[in-house]
C-alpha cells in the first residue's frame, strides 16, 4: 500500500514537472519570438522611415506633395508599369504628346558641371513631357537639391523651388508610369518623387539613383522611372560622398555639399 502511494506521488511530481518544464518551453518559445519580431521592426524600421519621407516629405526622394507640391522616387532595370488610378489632370498639365513618343537626350547642369541624360518619352510619356516642357521655361534653374538619402536607399532629391520638399510647379499630375518590376531601382536612373500612396501626386520634384536601391512600392504602386543619366553620374557620387545633415535620421537630410541645377539642354 505504502509503495503504491510512493508510486502515485512519484507521478503526480512528475506531471507537476513535465508540466512546468512545457510552461516554461512555450514562455522560452515566446521570448524568442518577439525578440525575432522586435529585431525585424528595428531593422525594418529604418528602411520604412526612409521610404516614408522619400514618399512624401521634407527629405529623400520625398516632399509633402498638393495640388502644387510633390514627392518620391524610382527606378529599374526592366521597367513595367505598376498599378495606378487614371489621372484626371488640370489643363496647366503638359500634355503627354509633348514627349513625342521618342528618346529625348541632352545635359543638366549640376554644380557647374554636366551631366547627360536619356528621357524615355514612349515609357513615360507624361513625366518626360512634364520635365522638358518645365526644362525648357528654365524652371529648374538654379534649384537645389534639397534631399540627399545614403543608406539603404541611395538618392539625390531635387525640382522643390522652395527648397524644403514642398514645393511643385504649381499643379499635380498622374499616373504613375514605367515602374521597375521588382522596386529595384538601378544605379543612373531619373525617377519622378511623388506624396506616399497618391499616383496622382507628381510634380517638379525628381530624384537621382546614385546606387541600386529595392524601393518598395506602396499603395499606389511604384514610382515613374522617366530617363536616366548617361554621363558625368561621379558629380553625384561625389556630392553623396560628402554625406548629409541627418536632418531626417537614418542617413536622410541635406546634402552637405550645396548642390545646384543649372541650364538643361534637351534635344
Same mark, same amino acid.
Given at each position: 500500500?505504502?509503495?503504491?502511494?510512493?508510486?502515485? /506521488?512519484?507521478?503526480?511530481?512528475?506531471?507537476?514537472?513535465? /508540466?512546468k518544464? =512545457?510552461?516554461?518551453?512555450? @514562455?522560452?518559445? =515566446?521570448?524568442?519570438?518577439?525578440? =525575432?519580431?522586435?529585431?525585424?521592426?528595428?531593422?525594418? +524600421?529604418v528602411?520604412?522611415?526612409?521610404?516614408?519621407?522619400?514618399?512624401?516629405?521634407?527629405?529623400?526622394?520625398?516632399?509633402? #506633395? &498638393?495640388?502644387?507640391?510633390?514627392?518620391a522616387a524610382? #527606378? #529599374?532595370?526592366? $521597367?513595367?508599369? +505598376?498599378? #495606378?488610378?487614371? %489621372?484626371?489632370?488640370?489643363?496647366?498639365?503638359?500634355?503627354?504628346?509633348?514627349?513625342? !513618343?521618342?528618346?529625348?537626350?541632352? *545635359?543638366?547642369?549640376?554644380?557647374?558641371?554636366?551631366?547627360?541624360?536619356?528621357?524615355?518619352?514612349?515609357?513615360? $510619356?507624361? %513625366?518626360? %513631357?512634364?520635365?522638358? &516642357?518645365? %526644362? @525648357?521655361?528654365?524652371?529648374?534653374?538654379?534649384?537645389?537639391?534639397?534631399?540627399? *538619402?545614403?543608406?539603404?536607399?541611395?538618392?539625390?532629391?531635387?525640382?522643390?523651388? @522652395?527648397?524644403?520638399?514642398?514645393?511643385?510647379?504649381?499643379?499635380?499630375?498622374?499616373?504613375?508610369? !514605367?515602374?521597375?518590376?521588382?522596386?529595384l531601382?538601378?544605379?543612373?536612373?531619373?525617377?519622378?518623387?511623388?506624396?506616399?500612396?497618391?499616383?496622382? +501626386?507628381?510634380?517638379?520634384?525628381?530624384?537621382?539613383v546614385? @546606387?541600386? +536601391? $529595392?524601393?518598395?512600392?506602396?499603395?499606389?504602386?511604384?514610382? &515613374?522611372?522617366?530617363? =536616366?543619366?548617361?554621363?558625368?553620374?561621379?558629380?553625384?557620387?561625389?556630392?553623396?560622398?560628402?554625406?548629409?545633415?541627418?536632418?531626417?535620421?537614418?542617413?536622410?537630410?541635406?546634402?552637405?555639399?550645396? *548642390?545646384?541645377?543649372?541650364?538643361?539642354?534637351?534635344?
Amino acid at each position: 500500500m505504502a509503495k503504491s502511494k510512493n508510486n502515485a /506521488e512519484l507521478q503526480a511530481r512528475l506531471r507537476s514537472y513535465e /508540466e512546468k518544464q =512545457k510552461v516554461s518551453g512555450q @514562455k522560452a518559445q =515566446k521570448r524568442a519570438a518577439d525578440t =525575432k519580431l522586435a529585431l525585424t521592426i528595428a531593422g525594418g +524600421s529604418v528602411l520604412l522611415t526612409l521610404v516614408a519621407t522619400l514618399i512624401h516629405g521634407v527629405a529623400f526622394p520625398t516632399p509633402t #506633395s &498638393t495640388a502644387s507640391a510633390t514627392t518620391a522616387a524610382s #527606378s #529599374s532595370a526592366s $521597367p513595367s508599369s +505598376s498599378p #495606378s488610378a487614371s %489621372a484626371t489632370n488640370s489643363p496647366l498639365v503638359p500634355k503627354p504628346a509633348a514627349a513625342e !513618343n521618342r528618346t529625348w537626350t541632352g *545635359t543638366m547642369k549640376l554644380n557647374g558641371s554636366d551631366l547627360g541624360l536619356s528621357l524615355d518619352g514612349k515609357a513615360a $510619356p507624361q %513625366a518626360v %513631357a512634364n520635365f522638358i &516642357t518645365l %526644362a @525648357k521655361k528654365g524652371f529648374y534653374n538654379n534649384v537645389t537639391c534639397h534631399r540627399l *538619402t545614403t543608406a539603404g536607399i541611395y538618392v539625390l532629391q531635387c525640382g522643390d523651388p @522652395k527648397g524644403d520638399g514642398t514645393g511643385g510647379p504649381g499643379y499635380s499630375f498622374g499616373p504613375i508610369e !514605367n515602374a521597375p518590376a521588382g522596386d529595384l531601382y538601378k544605379t543612373g536612373y531619373l525617377a519622378m518623387a511623388r506624396q506616399g500612396g497618391n499616383g496622382s +501626386s507628381m510634380g517638379s520634384q525628381f530624384f537621382i539613383v546614385y @546606387k541600386d +536601391s $529595392p524601393i518598395p512600392s506602396d499603395a499606389a504602386g511604384g514610382y &515613374t522611372v522617366f530617363g =536616366k543619366i548617361t554621363s558625368g553620374l561621379n558629380v553625384v557620387t561625389a556630392i553623396a560622398a560628402k554625406g548629409s545633415d541627418n536632418s531626417n535620421g537614418q542617413g536622410d537630410g541635406h546634402p552637405k555639399v550645396t *548642390t545646384t541645377i543649372g541650364s538643361i539642354k534637351l534635344n
